[in-house]
């Protein structure tokens, strides 16, 4: 008995791109959610962050202000309104079921289930 098996290409394709279309998703997600949170004075941190990727399987999620780094990790500062250091760590930590679930919702949606 012998079996053979034929790789789709096509199929392979799709979920490729499926799965890096989740993946997107789950950074913008995680970054909206470390937008709820982080340290506000005018807004210029704020409006740093962004979800870069290299095109394939990677995605970054930073905030690019001189000071971004050490607001982060300083969540001892007294943060007015919510907000807080770890801005990116917690939503992270705190949101990756979700962030999951938007990649393999992607994933579903291209396997047609």
Do not use: C, W
């Not at 409006?47 to 300083?74: K, M």
């Amino acid at each position: 008995m012998s079996m053979k098996f034929v790789l789709n290409r096509a199929n392979l394709k799709r979920f490729e791109r499926a799965s890096f279309v989740g993946l997107q998703a789950a950074g913008e997600f995680i970054l909206g959610e470390s937008i709820k949170i982080v340290p506000l004075d005018e807004g210029d941190l704020q409006r740093s962050g962004v979800v870069t990727n290299n095109g394939v399987d990677t995605v970054n999620i930073s905030f690019n202000t001189p000071y971004a780094r050490r607001l982060h990790e300083n969540p001892q500062f007294n943060f007015q309104n919510g907000r807080q250091g770890k801005y990116l760590e917690t939503p992270l930590q705190q949101k990756q079921q979700q962030a999951f679930s938007l990649m393999a919702a992607e994933i579903r949606r291209a396997a047609g289930s």
